[in-house]
């Protein structure tokens, strides 16, 4: 397979030849900063197509003397200019010179190369000018090109002078893989390989004479770390809704904050009723008060505590205190929903058939734990009809429970003040076993009978909390409502289409 | 309401064997959860005699039924239910020939605690188990049905010691001096009060009264101080597991009906021990004379028409008798339309016929009913404010932010001193478990930036959002309070930028078709100038900005921080209300 190229490397392997070509003219011939250019070879000699040969050679440099002669001139050359220019006196030319170590140094060459002659304090020339120059010229042919061609003696003698000297150096020298036929490396360049589409390939028709890269994934676990997200609890709690509402269900709301009137009293709970205690219904601090605003009903409720009223019923038998009615409480149970709801339609439709549902939040002072918390919501459903039985009931419960995928479900008998036949039904949690869920009943006739209400109605408060940790198999309730934004961001979606 | 008993006294009462399992489950169909607190006989390593029960079951019993607080009472129904025992529901008041016993009471009791009622019950076998199973019940219908004494009050005294009549009077707390139960010295009534365990727990019953009742006999003996204590000699009841003995049982109250269904409940445990009880008279100071203990059977009327309906079908009456017996009833008569039914008289909760009918389908058994959804034609539909919160909540999560769902309620500090509002307006609970929980939130912000609070070791950018309810006193309505849906959003980071808080309101707007125009404002929680005030038309929807650094030290942030928070009534005038 051939190798898929970009641009970069294919401009490097067109400067590659087969014949080496050492790394600085490489440099200068490609236009690519140095580290890419070298990464480069460095990749085409690891994929096979190109050959590295590296070796030591030896190269004449000059001395730094040789870079001022090389600058300034030859001390002898010099020399020669001045005795030329006709000052003959050693003396003066000491003068001329001003450097008395270089003027000794062009003596003693002058002398030497037999150009000169000193008699009686004066220099005279004894070689012919031209061959003077000649030589000269020679010498600074060296300086110029140490490395060009030279003659061995005069190599030496520069090289005893000091002006040049003997230097090693590491050459890298690079040339295409002698066992690549030319016809693979003109097809590899001729291979348009992109990275990227661009809008400019789309438009002009490009994309057609490329080839675009493979994209490589790598197995390493990596979701994205920001995303918007619609809470996946809430998103429960509205699928349950859709079912309700398949089944015929309408919504409806109480406010949070109720009087005892409401959650209480109006339920045929008695006032000294045990769950009407600091220890299972949250009381406003201070002394306000609310209004009871039906007074009619007022009256009826205070009648059936006290002896039935005209519901058939004993009542609770004692007199019932308004000042405690008025008081402000956070809702204990969504039946207080219910209890505004029955008010609503035992004035507005009395005669329709209804099915009513709210998931709403209540609030006892419980402990918290895995399944209790001190806020939670329960999903309130209440029925009217005129033949409805307990067998009704139930079957409500289960249906809600396998809408969402729950299957195990038992039921006993229970009690609650506002209903009688109270039923008290338990979910399997796939960790937690056994739970208590699903408490209903039909509504006492002291409760309808408030309303003069005359209908039947099944009554249920679910604990949707505990019903979604069975779904969605949670094993703590308070990881519905967690604190940590990255278990929110990542709770697993409820697959409500199993 | 919990009972703690041995599994070996129970199995007494029911004169047969039952593994725990088949209890369990009986007890299950009888809305009774018991639970096991020992180890089988043969894992267990015997150690020496102890005072606590070894073969420990506790049961947890409904709120409505009182009387199964007693061991043999549950053997009873349980007798019933499992072995088809026909119920006995007759229990004869005796008299003795010749002898009445009688309670006197006097004029000034009627301010402080007015009723009394007695019995006498004759030739029960009182062991140190019994003794202690009687004195767990007491405690327990003191605890529970009595609401710790202040509804009703018993005593248990030795009957031959007694000199009648007896007498319920009121008397200067000075006056007052017996050895009270568990003390071996005389103590006047104040110190009782203030020194005695018992005293000291229940002082607040007697504590707004100048005189305290006493309860004494003809010879000056007192036997009790109502609803305190007993006295250590005539109220002490000594275990004996060969001879017979007699027992006086008296029970105080406010409230007539209470005090004879109190004591009713009592005697029919000792009725169920074996014993056989006497009559007891009270003498009111106008004259009336009550006697007791009642245990007329009490007789429900139950048409069978309604049975039907809330059963779901029709039973024959043979059938319905059968499972009548099992729960303790007795068809006493009975035409085409209905039956009259009559149980035991310690039976609390008999208010209607329907209580009649739930135990029927106890005795039939819930698992044996068919769940079945009616055909019923209603319509449905989805309140407006979970369409609109759905809109909100979809429109926020597309723009990057994640739903959030806090408590409604929170720290009194995060809604006032953290975010330097001193006046802040919200309710405070009474009776608050935890300060972290003590309030309920009137805003969002505070709740999202405590949010943030938790989050500080979690990767930056946060951007979040919330919508739900907050509320604020508001006298003019019934509840005292107003309920807003709400919905705000904080984005914290390294950088932020004010402007794409105001592009997401502007694309909100615009989605919205409503206008939204900004005018600066200096919110308290933010930076000076980085506050904006959100108008529609000229009502105020909500504000955004940025979070003022002295505020994001007080909730321990390091991240600058911009908020943005909506009152979406404000958007759709129309609607009244959102809850």
């Known amino acids: 397979m051939l190798l898929e190229l970009n641009e970069k490397q294919k401009k490097v392997v067109r400067a590659l030849t087969r014949n080496y070509k050492d790394l ?68 003066d030319l000491k003068v001329k010179f001003k450097d008395l170590n270089l003027f000794n140094i062009a003596i003693l060459w002058a002398k030497k190369s037999k150009w000169i002659d000193i008699k009686a304090g004066k220099v005279e020339l004894i070689t012919v000018l031209a061959e003077i120059e000649k030589a000269i010229n020679n010498i600074k042919e060296v300086l110029k090109n140490p490395n060009e061609k030279h003659s061995k003696d005069l190599l030496n003698e520069l090289l005893q002078r000091k002006i040049i000297i003997e230097k090693e150096r590491k050459i890298k020298r690079f040339r295409l893989n002698s066992d690549t036929p030319d016809e693979e490396i003109k097809k590899m360049l001729e291979l348009e390989n992109r990275d990227e589409l661009t809008p400019e390939d789309i438009k002009t028709g490009n994309w ?35 079912n309700l509402l398949a089944l015929g269900f309408e919504e409806f709301y109480s406010p949070s904050i109720d009087l005892e009137f409401y959650n209480c009293d109006i339920l045929f709970m008695p006032q000294d009723h045990v769950a009407r205690g600091i220890h299972d219904l949250f009381k406003i601090e201070g002394n306000i008060k609310g209004t009871i605003e039906n007074k009619s009903l007022l009256q009826n409720v205070k009648q059936i505590h006290l002896n039935g009223g005209n519901t058939g019923s004993t009542g609770w038998k004692y007199n019932f205190n308004d000042d405690i009615s008025r008081n402000l409480v956070l809702r204990s149970q969504t039946t207080c929903t219910s209890a505004h709801f029955l008010e609503y339609i035992s004035k507005e439709r009395p005669n329709e058939d209804v099915k009513m549902m709210c998931i709403d939040l209540n609030w006892r002072p419980d402990t918290r734990d895995r399944t209790h918390s001190f806020e939670f919501r329960q999903c309130e459903g209440i029925i009217t009809g005129d033949n409805l039985s307990i067998k009704n009931l139930l079957g409500f419960l289960t249906e809600i429970c396998h809408s969402i995928g729950i299957s195990e479900i038992k039921f006993m008998p229970g009690y609650f003040p506002f209903t009688e036949p109270s039923v008290s039904g338990y979910i399997k949690h796939p960790k937690l076993g056994w739970i208590e869920a699903l408490p209903g009943g039909i509504f006492r006739p002291e409760v309808c009978g408030a309303y ?20 969605l198999d949670i094993d703590d309730i308070r990881d519905l409502y967690s604190t940590d934004l990255e278990k929110v961001k990542n709770f697993k979606i409820y697959k409500n289409w199993r | 309401m919990i009972l703690e008993a041995s599994f070996n006294n129970l199995k007494k009462y029911l004169k047969k064997e039952i593994t725990f399992e088949e209890l369990s489950e009986i007890l299950f169909q009888l809305k009774i959860e018991v639970e096991k607190q020992f180890v089988e006989e043969e894992e267990v390593i015997k150690e020496s005699e102890e005072e606590t029960i070894k073969d420990k079951i506790v049961f947890e019993i409904t709120q409505d039924r009182p009387d199964l607080l007693s061991l043999p009472g549950i053997a009873n129904l349980i007798n019933n239910f499992k072995w088809n025992k026909k119920p006995k529901i007759d ?18 009791v009627k301010e402080i605690r007015p009723y009394i009622a007695g019995a006498v019950v004759k030739n029960i076998i009182i062991s140190d188990t019994v003794l202690r199973e009687i004195m767990n019940f007491q405690e327990n219908i003191h605890k529970t049905f009595a609401r710790d004494r202040s509804k009703a009050s018993i005593g248990l005294y030795r009957f031959e010691l007694l000199k009648f009549p007896l007498h319920y009077e009121a008397k200067d707390p000075i006056e007052i001096n017996f050895e009270p139960l568990g003390f071996d010295r005389v103590m006047t009534a104040e110190m009782i009060l203030k020194e005695h365990p018992t005293g000291i727990k229940y002082a607040h019953l007697l504590k707004p009264y100048n005189k305290y009742p006493l309860f004494y006999d003809d010879s000056k003996q007192v036997l009790s101080l109502p609803p305190i204590i007993n ?18 049982i008296e029970v105080t109250g406010w409230d007539e009906y209470i005090v004879q269904k109190c004591l009713a409940i009592i005697v029919m445990d000792l009725l169920f021990r074996g014993g056989e009880t006497y009559e007891v008279s009270v003498e009111y100071p106008n004259g009336k004379i009550i006697k007791s203990p009642i245990l007329e059977p009490i007789a429900m009327k139950v048409s069978l028409k309604n049975l039907y309906n809330y059963f779901g079908e029709k039973l024959s009456i043979q059938k319905i008798e059968k499972l009548l017996n099992k729960v303790g009833y007795l068809i006493d008569s009975k035409n085409e339309d209905e039956i009259i039914v009559k149980t035991l008289p310690n039976r609390y909760d008999l208010m209607h016929e329907v209580d009649v009918i739930e135990d029927i389908i106890i005795a039939y058994g819930l698992q044996n009913l068919k769940p079945e959804i009616p055909k019923l034609l209603t319509k449905a539909n989805q309140h407006p404010s979970t369409q609109l919160k759905n809109t909100f909540r979809r429109i926020f999560a597309n723009l990057g932010y994640v739903e959030v769902l806090n408590y409604m309620l929170t720290d009194e500090n995060i809604l006032s001193k953290n975010i330097k509002n001193e006046n802040a ?8 478990k935890l300060e972290q929980f003590n309030v309920i939130r009137n805003d969002l912000i505070p709740i999202l930036l405590e949010y943030l609070r938790y989050n500080l070791n979690n990767p930056y950018p946060q951007k979040i959002f919330e919508i739900g309810s907050v509320i604020r006193p508001n006298p003019r309505n019934y509840n005292c309070c107003e309920e807003l849906l709400h919905i705000a959003g904080v984005v914290s980071d390294s950088r932020v930028n004010i402007n794409n808080i105001k592009n997401e309101m502007d694309l909100l707007s615009k989605l919205l078709s409503v206008n939204f125009k900004y005018i600066e404002c200096n919110n308290k929680i933010c930076f000076e100038g980085r506050s904006f005030k959100i108008m529609v038309n000229e009502r105020e929807l909500g504000y955004f900005g940025e979070i003022h650094p002295e505020i994001l030290l007080n909730f321990n942030l390091k991240m600058p921080t911009i908020v943005f928070e909506l009152e979406l009534a404000q958007l759709f005038p129309e609607f009244k209300s959102f809850i």
């Open chain 2, 231 to 248: 006295s250590n000699f005539l109220g002490k009841l000594e275990p004996d597991d060969e001879i017979p003995q007699n027992v006086f």
């Open chain 2, 425 to 432: 307006n919200y309710f405070k609970l009474k009776n608050y």
């Open chain 1, 452 to 471: 003069n209400f005359k209908k039947t109605v099944l009554a249920y408060g679910i604990g949707i909390d505990r019903l979604a940790m069975a779904a």
């Open chain 1, 208 to 242: 057609r004479n490329y080839t675009y890269k493979k994209y490589i994934i790598t197995d390493a676990y990596n979701p994205p770390k920001y995303f918007g997200k619609t809470n996946a609890y809430l998103d429960f709690l509205n699928i349950v809704r859709e």
């Open chain 1, 24 to 91: 600085n003219e490489l440099k200068r011939e490609i236009d690519l900063p140095e580290n890419i250019l070298e990464s480069i070879l460095a990749f085409l000699v690891e994929a096979k197509y190109a050959e590295l040969e590296q070796k030591i050679e030896k190269y004449y440099d000059l001395t730094i003397e040789g870079k001022e002669y090389y600058q300034n001139g030859l001390p002898e050359e010099n020399l020669i200019k001045i005795i030329n220019s006709g000052i003959n006196s050693i003396n």
């Open chain 2, 91 to 108: 229990y004869p008041v005796k008299k003795d020939e010749g002898k009445e016993y009688k309670i006197k009471v006097g004029e000034n």
